[in-house]
């Protein structure tokens, strides 16, 4: 930590600052399943599926994940295609994958129970600084760091620091500064409660000063300029890839879809035939052709059904849908036909779902 910042977070009643926050996170958090008890393991999959995702969309998928795997051993039993089934439409799918594997890990090499050390835990596959803190603080109750986006934003402003967050040596600041705020005595209502206050009043826009509970020790609320902190640089513009699937389907009203590859974007996930497009002039008869190259198929396509996106955090698919019909002229080995009750077994990026749903008429 920066003298600097050392002697502006002393400047702070470290105490009351404390049991400010303890208090109004016991009386005012927001009830989620995953609160209801210290269960490492839930607090860890709660973690995972948090990164990157809204908590009302999260609870569902939670519940439902929990569920079917109930515990670190029935996870790590289960084959990757029923994981990556229950993780369907959540997106970020590397974190199922990497949760999948680092339950394992936990199975063999800890007999089931989730290691109860920071060093431990932050060594698990798919498990950063932020995860490996809140698990020890919430689970655990210890006195670590667990310093996300919402913490970042909160600690700005009650700090008055003014380093760029987007820069990764800026995290580091910040962990300093928990360290030195953080409750001895609750570290798991200290660190959650700094997320809440960052997801509910302590927002990127219009934050609701007036009823933050900790306003009276916020240096930029004092000063005026809370909504000119934290310090991030612009995003880089994202990149437009246009995408087209076929929807095909044979005389039995059956269908093709193919694995896509084990690393990468959407790794290991279903989907329909499509082709990223280098020219947006792409007629039927090149995607046709397309199609009759890599299966060994007879196609006769269809105008295009619809247009839409999906957005990626680095990119956007601009996605057209063609259906149409086939002939196999022989076996397609890389691929598979399937009816749509079949498909429902396979687990599809969002934008494939979407298609699903065409194909079946809904």
């Known amino acids: 930590m920066t003298k600097q910042l050392l002697d502006r977070a002393l400047t ?35 973690e995972i599926m948090l990164q ?12 439902r994940f929990m569920a079917q795997f109930p515990t670190v051993d029935a996870l790590a039993a289960a084959e990757e295609e029923k994981v990556l089934k229950a993780w369907e439409g959540l997106g970020y799918y590397s974190r199922a994958r990497n949760l999948h594997s680092a339950v394992k890990e936990v199975h063999e090499k800890y007999g089931g129970i989730v290691p109860n050390t920071p060093k431990e835990i932050l060594s698990l596959k798919g498990v950063g600084p932020y995860t490996a803190g809140a698990i ?21 402003r009650i700090l008055l620091i003014e380093n760029d967050i987007a820069k990764p040596q800026t995290r580091k600041i910040f962990e300093e500064a928990v360290r030195l705020l953080i409750s001895k005595e609750n570290p798991s209502y200290f660190n959650q409660g700094l997320m809440e206050l960052g997801a509910t009043i302590c927002t990127p ?4 000063c007036i009823v933050c509970p900790v306003q009276k020790h916020c240096e930029a609320f004092h000063k005026g300029i809370q909504t000119e902190l934290p310090v991030k640089k612009k995003k880089i513009k994202k990149r437009t890839v246009p995408v087209a699937i076929a ?3 044979n005389e039995s009203g059956e269908t093709i879809i193919e694995k896509r590859p084990e690393t990468g974007l959407l790794a290991n996930l279903w989907q329909f035939p499509n082709i990223e497009i280098s020219d947006r002039n792409l007629t039927k008869e090149h995607l046709k052709t397309y199609l009759e190259e890599r299966y060994p198929i ?29 002939k196999a002229k022989e076996p397609i080995t890389n691929g598979t036909i399937v009816n ?17 749903r065409l194909m079946k008429g809904e």
């Open 136 to 156: 020890a603080s919430i689970a655990f109750g210890l006195p670590e760091p667990a310093v996300d986006g919402n913490v970042m934003r909160v600690l700005s």
């Open 12 to 46: 702070i009643d470290i105490e009351a600052f404390q049991i400010d926050l303890v208090l109004w996170f016991t009386h005012d958090h927001r009830d989620m399943p995953w609160r209801k008890e210290r269960d490492p393991y839930k607090i860890w999959v709660s």
């Open 298 to 326: 007879q196609v006769d396509l269809n105008d295009h059904l619809v247009d839409f996106q999906h957005v990626f955090t680095h990119l956007t698919w601009q996605i057209s849908v063609y259906a149409g019909s086939f």
């Open 340 to 356: 749509a009750e079949q498909l429902d077994a396979y687990p599809l990026p969002v934008p494939h779902q979407k298609v699903a």
């Open 247 to 249: 929807m095909l389907q």
């Open 205 to 208: 826009k219009n934050p609701s």
């Open 52 to 63: 990157q995702t809204r908590v009302d969309t999260v609870i569902p998928y939670f519940e």
